[in-house]
């Protein structure tokens, strides 16, 4: 549950995480929750990466599409990947440059 707890901590403490990455977040869990839990806040000068497999289910696909147009509706500054893999660790290390390249620039 990890990608889901990052959500939620980015956007009640924004003052202290400006950047969030969610991988393979369980979005659907408690949806309407999460939902409304972005719309109260101010994304603006929050930045998240959002991303999961392909692999991992159609829930997955769903929620985090519609997670990502609520944070970039409170101006979150989102990036959204989908990608031809499964739930699993190496999946989830593949992707951690682009992550943070997203957050910081080319090093």
Known sequence: M????????AIKHKDVFGNAGSQSGAFWKDEAKLLG????VD???LRMFIEFGLFE?????ESNQR????????GVDT??????STH????????????LRFFWGAA
């Open 67 to 74: 997670a990502t147009a609520a944070l970039r509706s409170v």
């Open 43 to 45: 994304g603006h000068g």
């Open 57 to 61: 289910g159609p829930q997955y696909l």
């Open 2 to 9: 990890g990608g889901l707890i990052t959500v939620y901590t």
């Open 79 to 84: 990036r959204y990947r989908v990608y031809p």
């Open 37 to 40: 839990a972005i719309q109260s």
């Open 88 to 99: 699993d660790w190496i999946a989830w290390r593949n992707r951690l440059q682009e992550i």
